[in-house]
């Protein structure tokens, strides 16, 4: 079957780094995506892998390995702002995402 | 980006009715535009994926005759929900495949309150 996990929940402090793991297993790969999702709101693209490697932009890092089924989101210098839901997203061979459960960040002062 | 806009933003109903929700790609053709719903503290749930032209492909367990989806040009999909009932009360959101199929765009979504 098809299977993507993410931690339901994470803490971390404003001004540090946390780091949102994602583990897949799909039929077919065209790509990762990490979407932010504020309560109530539509999901709004923040990354895209598909070949091996660190993709950095600004405050944001994803990094895929394709060997492993895994992926990470790195934040750096979090901001009140960055509370929200992170998810998770992997494109089969149809161009369909496949969603995981979303991990919902949250920033403490 | 491209730009995905979806109408209306909020509907609230009485059971019984139908709603139509629009996806609208601004900028750009999309062949393909996918329809979620997702409900509170949940992730999104893919319920179809609509084609230009053709007949929309259903997830398992969505009802193609409650749920009826039309995409009848390259720039708009809608979605009807027939008889809507409180349970169908959700979030729904569009999405539109881009040009190089790498990316969805999302609409803002379609908050459905059915009383």
């Known amino acids: 079957g098809q299977n993507i996990d993410q931690p339901t929940e994470m803490t971390a402090t404003e001004g540090a780094i946390v780091q949102i793991n994602c583990t897949y297993q799909?039929?077919?790969?065209?790509?990762l995506f990490w979407y932010q999702q504020h309560a109530g709101e539509a999901p709004t693209f923040l990354s895209y892998?598909?070949l091996d490697g660190l993709e950095e932009k600004g405050r944001f890092s994803s990094f895929l390995s394709r060997s492993k089924g895994y992926s990470y989101l790195l934040l750096k210098e979090l901001q009140m702002k960055d509370s929200a839901s992170y998810l998770c997203?992997?494109?089969?061979?149809?161009?369909?995402?496949?969603w995981g459960a979303g991990t919902k960040l949250i920033i403490k002062p | 980006g491209a730009v995905v806009s979806q109408h209306p933003s909020r509907v609230i109903c009485k059971s019984g009715t139908s709603v139509k929700i629009e996806c609208r790609s601004l900028?750009?053709?999309?062949?393909?535009m996918f329809w979620y719903r997702q409900f509170p503290k949940q992730s999104l749930m893919l319920m179809a994926t609509?084609?230009?032209?053709?007949?929309?492909?259903?997830e398992q367990g969505v009802e193609k005759d409650k749920f009826l989806i039309n995409h009848a040009s390259l720039t708009l999909s809608t979605l009807t929900v027939t008889s809507a009932h409180p349970e169908d009360s959700s979030f729904y959101i569009c999405?539109?495949?881009?040009?190089?199929?790498?990316?969805?765009?999302f609409g803002p979504g379609t908050r459905l309150t059915v009383l």
């Open positions: 999405s539109a495949l881009g040009q190089n199929y790498n990316e969805q765009f």
């Open positions: 799909t039929s077919g790969f065209n790509g």
């Open positions: 900028d750009f053709q999309a062949t393909t």
């Open positions: 609509s084609n230009e032209g053709s007949k929309a492909t259903y």
């Open positions: 997203a992997v494109q089969d061979s149809n161009y369909q995402l496949i």
């Open positions: 892998n598909v």
